[in-house]
Structure formats: structure tokens, C-alpha cells
């Protein structure tokens, strides 16, 4: 029986533990791998670490053997690491390129495979489908311990996590930040960020920062239906006014106000366009995956910058901002890169340049928010994420792709986009939009209103009209 074809979606390889995220084909992905980086360069470096998920050091070291067995060096991390210490580390230290081992927001029973460019952002799209050819369908590993190719100077042990510290003081003015009358909480849900937050903010009130490889059964997504243990704490702790949570690698964001309202990665976007542009003086095109609210196209008409959509996948954006000026590039899951920092989601910096904002101004989370709605207008986005039988899922992409739903009940439509999954832009003013997930078996459901209740209803109709 021929393996399992091992493809790379919208964000890495990933698949449930055990099942087929095996050390098998951890070694198989590495072969590939290694045989991309023989062809490529001449002597590769390849930086390896992984985050807190069950069974990562293991599929770390499974890796490292492959790739130094295959004559690439390896910069191996000691302890779980964030996706961003990767990408920096990859720059840093001049590596060919980086792995991490994460399923990142996925639900306790996944892990993952995430390939890290040159330029300390994800791989190109192009060299990622290069990587995935390359995947043996057999391959039998050597069997040298970690020891063995350390002794033969193909296996090196770096500390990303105070490369990765250092590299923050010198951004941040944490002197300032941890003497500020505005005090975060922060909730890891008990992924790789917790020891750098313990450090660089160490009066921060923490949730969820110990070591738990199953999460406690919740899958790491900043959402707010999984953070209300931070949006309570936020709620009623007077002295607490924004709450920061990131996911299980901390490339992704969540935040909150003072009053414990959930703030999404829209408005996330939109305060840090505000920021840089407006207090900072920054300019530079802003780049954002296609599910993201059209306000930011609004706010960037009004300020006179540039703005770009992309397919969904942060490596797309990456990619943009290797090679051109950016200033904020983003998702509406929550990976958000920003001017000055590397080409790479990062949901610590981003909440450290947030916190940053509110100090600097001595205004709340809600005060800025006001400030951009007078300029795009108050809207609310929900999303419901549909597990349903696949063949109906390919069914109600289908219908949308072959544009068959004429309205959505009371919501009628006047333009439809389809750049990544099929977007319906309201008479209304907002939007909906339908897309099979490309690393769960999920249909995600998208939609924009000018209110919570209305928001709520336009999703109800959707859901009644297209299952």
C-alpha cells in the first residue's frame, strides 16, 4: 500500500498525532527537505526547535537526525520555542532555512511542520510546493543519536528564547511599560509565549502559563469563546486595562479592553495602520488576506497608502513584504506582521506595540478604538466554524463557487469576489464570506454588520440557507 501523500496547506504540514503525524514521516518531510536544501545551496544551515505541543522535542530530534544525516547543520533549540524565535533565529544566525514543529491554533490531537525562509518570515509558496515534491514515499532514517552528529559538528544547541528577549529590549522601552499605570493580563493558553512574557514583564498578571501538551483539551485559538478565564480577569481587576492572549506557537493574537470585550484581529489591524501612521509619521503598503474587513481599505484611502489583497495564508504576505516596503501586514485569524520587526506573524510584538500605543498616548484600548471608528465607522465580525460531512462542504463551496445563492435570506448582495473561497459584499454595507478551511475539516463562515445582533442574524441566515 503506497504512504500517505504528505501536502503542505495554508500554513505547514499538520495532521493528528500518531495517526499521521508519525516520526516516520517527520523523517520523510526532513528528506524532502534536506534534498531541496542539497540542490539549492552548498553547505545549508537549518535552524530546528518546537513549541509545547505533546511529542515535540521528540519530532524535533526525528528531524535534526535527517536533515545533519543528509549533510545539513542544525541549530537545534533547547525547550519549546515560538514560531517567531524560529524566524528570527533563521535570520540571526544566517540559516538557509528554519523548521518548527507546531500545529499552532489546532486542536491538542494535531501537530505540524511549519518551513521558515531566509528572511525570517515563512518559505515562499514556491519553495514550499519544491519541498512537498521532494517527499519521499519511503525512507528508512539512519539511526546516529543527536549526540553523534553533535560530536560531528553537524548539530549545534542555540538558545532562541534569549536571542529572542535581547531582540525585544532593544525595540520596547520596558522600563516604561512595566512602570505604566495600565497593567496587562496575559493568557499563553499554555503555548510558547509564557516564558517570554514572564520576563520581559514580569508584574504581568498570567493565565494559563505552565506546560500542558494537551492544552487542557482546547484547542490554543485566540478566539473569545476559549478566553474567558482572561476577558473575566480584565473584567473585574480595576488596575488591568487590555488583556493579551496568543496561540499555542504566539505568532497569533487575541486582545481585550478594559471593560473584557473581545478585540479581533480586524481592529487589531486597524489600530496598528493608526499607530504607525498617524502617531509614528510610518508609511508603507498595507497587505491583507482576503477575509479581512474592508474598513482597512478605508482607513488606508483616508491615510493615502497603498493596500494589496492576498489569498489566505500569512506566507503570501510574507512574501510581499520580503520584497517591498510594508508597514502593516495581516489576518483575520490573528497574524499580524508589522514595520520594523521581521517578516513573520507575532503575536507578542504585536500586543507589546498595542500596550506601547496606550501608554504613550495615556488613552485605553477603547478610547483608540473610538478614534478609528470615527474615521471607517463601527462595524462587528463574527465567524462560526461548520464541522460538517465533507462531501457537503464541497457541495456548499461548489453552489457558492458556481454563484447559485442569489441572497442569503434578508441579505441581499451586490458584488461577489473570489479570490480565496467566495466573498458577498452586502447591500447593507457588510459582508459574508464562505471557505473550507485549509488546515482543519472545517467550512468557515465569515460575516460583517453594523451591530452584534445584526452580525448574529446574518450569520443564522447563511446557515439556514446553504445546509
Known amino acids: 500500500?503506497?504512504?500517505?501523500?504528505?501536502?503542505?496547506?495554508?500554513?505547514?504540514?499538520?495532521?493528528?498525532?500518531?495517526?499521521?503525524f508519525t516520526v516516520h514521516n517527520v523523517e520523510r518531510v526532513a528528506k524532502g527537505q534536506?534534498?531541496?536544501?542539497?540542490?539549492?545551496?552548498?553547505?545549508?544551515?537549518?535552524?530546528?526547535?518546537?513549541?509545547c505541543r505533546f511529542g515535540g522535542e521528540l519530532f524535533a530530534a526525528a528531524a535534526a537526525k535527517v536533515l545533519c544525516s543528509n549533510g545539513v547543520k542544525v541549530l537545534l533549540a533547547k525547550g519549546f520555542i515560538s514560531t517567531p524565535m524560529i524566524s528570527l533565529g533563521v535570520l540571526l544566525m544566517k540559516a538557509q532555512q528554519g523548521v518548527v514543529i507546531t500545529a499552532s491554533h489546532n486542536p491538542p490531537s494535531y501537530n505540524g511542520y511549519k518551513l521558515k525562509g531566509a528572511h525570517g518570515g515563512p518559505s515562499s509558496p514556491v519553495d514550499i510546493a519544491a519541498v512537498e515534491a521532494l517527499i519521499p514515499n519511503e525512507f528508512?532514517?539512519?539511526?546516529?543519536?543527536?549526540?553523534?552528529?553533535e560530536e560531528k559538528g553537524m548539530l549545534q544547541y542555540i538558545n532562541l528564547e534569549d536571542m529572542y528577549v535581547e531582540y525585544m529590549k532593544e525595540k520596547f522601552d520596558f522600563i516604561a511599560l512595566n512602570n505604566a499605570p495600565y497593567k496587562l493580563a496575559y493568557d499563553a493558553m499554555f503555548g510558547a509565549g509564557q516564558n517570554v512574557i514572564r520576563r520581559l514583564l514580569p508584574k504581568t498578571t498570567l493565565i494559563h502559563c505552565d506546560e500542558n501538551?494537551?492544552?487542557?483539551?482546547?484547542?490554543?485559538e485566540p478566539l473569545d469563546r476559549n478566553l474567558q478565564t482572561l476577558a473575566q480577569t480584565v473584567a473585574t481587576t480595576p488596575e488591568i486595562k487590555i488583556g493579551l492572549a496568543t496561540d499555542g506557537d504566539a505568532d497569533r493574537i487575541g486582545l481585550y479592553d478594559e471593560d473584557g470585550n473581545f478585540v479581533d484581529a480586524h481592529n487589531i489591524i486597524l489600530l496598528l495602520i493608526h499607530y504607525l501612521h498617524k502617531y509614528k509619521g510610518m508609511t508603507g503598503k498595507v497587505v491583507i488576506a482576503f477575509s479581512v474587513t474592508d474598513r482597512v481599505k478605508r482607513l488606508c484611502e483616508?491615510?493615502?497608502?497603498?493596500v494589496e489583497v492576498t489569498a489566505i495564508g500569512f506566507k503570501y504576505i510574507s512574501e510581499i513584504m520580503v520584497h517591498e516596503d510594508v508597514l502593516v501586514g495581516g489576518e483575520e485569524s490573528g497574524g499580524i506582521a508589522v514595520k520594523g520587526h521581521i517578516p513573520e506573524r507575532d503575536g507578542i510584538y504585536?500586543?507589546?506595540?498595542?500596550?506601547e500605543f496606550m501608554i504613550k498616548?495615556?488613552?485605553?484600548?477603547?478610547?483608540?478604538?473610538?478614534?478609528?471608528?470615527?474615521?471607517?465607522?463601527?462595524?462587528?465580525y463574527e465567524r462560526n466554524d461548520l464541522n460538517i460531512d465533507n462531501d457537503i462542504k464541497n457541495k456548499i463551496i461548489q453552489k457558492a463557487q458556481n454563484r447559485e445563492y442569489t441572497s442569503f435570506g434578508k441579505y441581499t448582495f451586490n458584488r461577489i469576489e473570489t479570490i480565496d473561497g467566495v466573498k458577498y459584499h452586502l447591500d447593507n454595507g457588510g459582508w459574508i464570506m464562505l471557505r473550507a478551511s485549509g488546515t482543519e475539516p472545517l467550512l468557515r463562515i465569515y460575516a460583517e454588520g453594523n451591530s452584534r445582533e445584526e452580525t448574529l442574524?446574518?450569520?443564522e441566515d447563511v446557515k439556514k440557507t446553504i445546509l
Open 1 to 20: 500500500m503506497m504512504p500517505e501523500k504528505i501536502k503542505f496547506g495554508t500554513d505547514g504540514w499538520r495532521a493528528i498525532i500518531a495517526q499521521d
Open 34 to 51: 534536506a534534498n531541496w536544501l542539497l540542490q539549492k545551496f552548498e553547505s545549508p544551515v537549518v535552524v530546528v526547535g518546537h513549541d
Open 140 to 149: 528508512e532514517a539512519t539511526k546516529e543519536t543527536l549526540a553523534f552528529w
Open 213 to 220: 501538551p494537551g492544552f487542557h483539551g482546547q484547542a490554543p
Open 302 to 306: 483616508i491615510y493615502g497608502l497603498p
Open 350 to 355: 504585536d500586543g507589546l506595540a498595542l500596550y
Open 361 to 380: 498616548t495615556g488613552k485605553t484600548l477603547k478610547e483608540l478604538l473610538d478614534e478609528v471608528y470615527a474615521l471607517v465607522g463601527y462595524f462587528v
Open 457 to 459: 442574524d446574518i450569520l
